[in-house]
């Protein structure tokens, strides 16, 4: 089993930055892909950016893209999402994922999911 514990949200406002932060714990040696969700009022959830434990380029939202920055500190089993030029669109609970497939840019891929933390950005 994987547990994820996700820290780091807060309310900003536009034109901010957050870092999130995922710490995993268990069988972590067994995951292959780790990235973040984000279910924002009104749409379904979505992937922001996911990437893999290994070798992998990130996948990222076109519209996070140059402005998000997904990172892993594989020491210390933990993902960042480094997230700068808030939008107001950018508000929702981001939840961290990870799943043990090879195809990581596939939602399907992701079993294990944290609680979440929520991101408020105003303008």
């Known amino acids: 089993q994987v547990q994820l514990v996700e820290s780091g949200g807060n309310s900003v406002q536009a034109g901010g930055s957050l870092r999130l932060s995922c710490a995993a714990f268990?069988?972590?040696?067994?995951?292959?892909?780790i990235g973040w969700f984000r279910q924002s009022p009104g749409k379904g959830r979505e992937a922001v950016a996911l990437?893999?434990?290994?070798?992998?380029?990130?996948y990222y939202a076109e519209s996070v893209k140059g402005r998000f920055t997904i990172s892993k500190d594989n020491a210390k089993n933990t993902l960042y999402l480094e997230m700068n030029r808030l939008k107001d669109e950018d508000t929702g609970m981001y939840y961290c994922?990870?799943?043990?497939?090879?195809?990581?840019?596939?939602?399907?891929?992701?079993?294990?999911w944290g609680q979440g933390t929520q991101v408020t950005v105003s303008s």
């Open positions: 994922a990870a799943g043990t497939a090879s195809g990581c840019y596939t939602s399907n891929t992701y079993i294990y």
């Open positions: 990437t893999y434990f290994g070798p992998g380029l990130p």
């Open positions: 268990g069988s972590v040696d067994r995951l292959n892909c």
